[in-house]
């Protein structure tokens, strides 16, 4: 098993007036787990069915390993999807699901058994060839379903939101388990959710989705740390925002003006003088006001919610709400009137436009 | 009980209760009741006895006739004297002006010609011993149906003699018609299974409901009309052979028309198409149920068409072909206008044309009910095989 290269040019699918992708470059590693980050009805369904050839695009081509798929079936071609609802065929045996594939290719009985408790082993499923997908836990069935995806040795395995069925922990179990199993095969992952927490956590790169388009691809630590746009600041993570229009751009830094003075940030969009600004910054790079932060702000503490390892403090200044994230080292979290502070190098300045939530 | 009472109040529940116990018991129980028991009660139809009794009341027709020219005569010869003509016409009789018949029947073939040598007193002599002789006959005609009537009484009862009389011929025709009704069956559903696939997944729903919509209107027509109109596609100066004799294809003035009717072929056909619906709705109900998910996912695996059908969809669909397996089956089995119009001078009947026979033609509803007993059973006897070659259970079929 090998991974292989996927790369999308100028790909788009029309339905009628309305356009589900807009024609999209995007080039996927071969052996990346890559995921593709979006809310619902953003088009990265549609992506993944143009890769696994079940849409024909309208537009543009699909390659895999270099070699032009864009004209043919799902079945021939060295993708394996694992669906949302999973699609195990449930009145087979486990084994039979995992072997299916290798039954559509003609390989004899004793052979595609073996290799599917090869493939069970391999995910923590051995022993449990001869029961019905319906006597097994979501988790297990997830992982049936990614041996069965695995059985045909695709290069490339395509990820419909396979977690979203489960209960957290095992969500967070089964991001673990995907990643070693993407590790242990070098398959080329693309994973599809709207779950930025599960793509930060599996992928290498990421490519943030809006509305038939891509905002920005890059490393994971890349779409956290420096957001392109202000919706991708806003889809992944939480992010506070400031709205103002610019005052003074220099040094590769923007400031703006607010209610509350001026502020300063990263110039990530290189925004002129007077533009409409949004400055973005972290709940977790606020914090009481420290000798080098730059910027300071006063506000109210609201409320404050336990999260275990740190404590949620919402404040709010006139008709700004700001959420800090104060690290838990035992003391009482602040009441009332508080000074916030950050450095101009933690916020982001980027031009305003459309955000994730409202 | 005492939740539908609460449910629906006492009325209704009791309403409801009567209605489905006069069902039960007047529409199910009663019929089959009366049907097993005329079918083990032998009653002698058309024995010896009834054909002695026949023979009987014919000689006293004749006797009837006789007594009639009898008293023509009598009258005659009294009114006449011993010199009177015996040609000459008399008003009060029209009978006695006709020449004088020779014939040992008189009063039913006159002899042509008034050429008459016997006289009246003697005819009446010789009617009045003839008389004699049949009355007789007749005492000994009713004496002999009295007694074969006894010996019929005394074979009568609870017996398997209506099964055991059946003609070989009709056994054959019995497994015959099993066979045949199997094949339509068969062939029903190699047609529906596509067309109910092809519903089910239809890729939006309006599609869906215009097929099953296409699938419909031909049976808001009458069933009866339904089989005509393939009559006149098939028959011999037909739709079909017109238009294979409009392509060349057959000669139609040189008598080359192809016999399409009063074939099982053509009898099938037309099974298949008025039995239909009854195979597609419970494979399209059961298949609507299987997730689009699961074809893609065979699909994406990389099995072909035939795969998917019969590792993933067929399986899906099982009680829905049971179901309609069942139908069709028990249909067909018992079909009798589709055999009567599409086939008339087929050779062998189907069975159902027998039971219908003995029923309404013979008169013989003890017959008929042992060979629709036979049906009844072999229906049962397929049920219970179905159920298990497709490993089907009653709540599923029930579904």
Known sequence: MQGQEVALERLGMRFGEFTAVEPTDLTIKAGEFFSILGPSGCGKTTILRMVSGFQRPSEGRVLIGGQDMTALPPNKRPTALIFQTLALFPLMTIWENVAFGLEAQGVPKAQRRKRAEELLDLVALGGQEEKRPAQLSGGQRQRVAVARALAVEPAVLLLDEPLSALDLKLRQHMRAELKTIQRRTGVTFIYITHDQGEALAMSDRVAVMRAGRVEQVGPTEEIYNRPATSFAATFVGENNLFRGKTTRAEGGLAEISTPFGLLRGENADSLALGEEAMLFIRPERLAPARPEHDLRLKAQVERADLEGPFFNLFLRAGDQRILLQLPNEGATPPEGEMELGFSSRDARVLRAGALAHG | ?399
């Open chain 2, 1 to 399: 009980m005492g939740e539908m009472i609460r449910f629906y109040g006492r009325f209704l529940t009791g309403l409801i209760l009567a209605l489905v116990a006069f069902w039960f018991c007047a529409l199910i129980l009663m019929p089959q009741i009366s049907m097993i028991q005329r079918a083990f009660h032998y009653e002698a139809r058309d024995g010896a006895a009834a054909q002695a009794v026949l023979e009987a009341n014919r000689l006293q027709q004749r006797v009837a006739t006789m007594e009639f020219d009898i008293r023509a005569l009598e009258r005659e010869v009294a009114a006449g004297g011993a010199g009177a003509a015996p040609a000459a016409p008399s008003p009060s009789n029209p009978f006695a002006g006709l020449p004088s018949p020779g014939a040992p029947r008189p009063g039913f073939a006159p002899s042509p010609g008034g050429a008459a040598a016997e006289a009246p007193e003697a005819r009446l002599e010789r009617l009045k011993t003839e008389r004699e002789g049949l009355t007789a006959s007749i005492a000994g005609a009713r004496a002999e149906a009295q007694r074969l009537r006894a010996e019929e009484v005394a074979a009568q009862g609870w017996s398997l003699r209506n099964f055991t009389l059946m003609s070989p011929l009709h056994w054959r025709i019995f497994g015959l018609t099993l066979v045949y009704a199997l094949c339509v069956t068969v062939l029903s559903f190699l047609v529906c299974y596509p067309i109910a696939y092809a519903a089910a997944q239809a890729k939006t729903p309006r599609r869906t409901a215009l097929l099953l919509l296409a699938l419909t209107i031909p049976y808001a027509l009458n069933e009866l009309l339904r089989i005509f109109a393939w009559t006149m596609i098939l028959a011999n100066q037909g739709l079909l052979n017109q238009t294979l004799d409009a392509l060349g294809i057959i000669d139609l003035s040189q008598g080359g028309a192809v016999r399409w009717l009063a074939s099982n072929g053509s009898v099938f056909l037309v099974m298949v198409y008025t039995y239909m619906l009854f195979m597609v709705f419970p494979i399209y109900g059961s298949l609507e149920t299987l997730d689009r998910n699961q074809i893609e996912a065979a699909k994406d695996l990389g099995a072909s068409s035939w795969r998917i059908h019969w590792r993933v969809a067929l399986p899906h669909a099982r009680p829905g072909v049971a179901v309609g397996a069942i139908m069709t089956f028990m249909l067909a089995v018992g079909s009798l206008s589709v055999p009567q119009l599409v086939g008339p001078g087929l050779h062998p009947d189907w069975f159902s044309q027998i039971v219908n026979r003995n029923f309404f033609e013979s008169n013989n509803w003890n017959v008929g009910s042992a060979q629709a007993l036979l049906l009844l059973v072999s229906c049962t006897i397929f049920i219970f095989l179905v159920m298990r070659i497709f490993r089907v259970g009653i709540r599923e079929i029930a579904r």
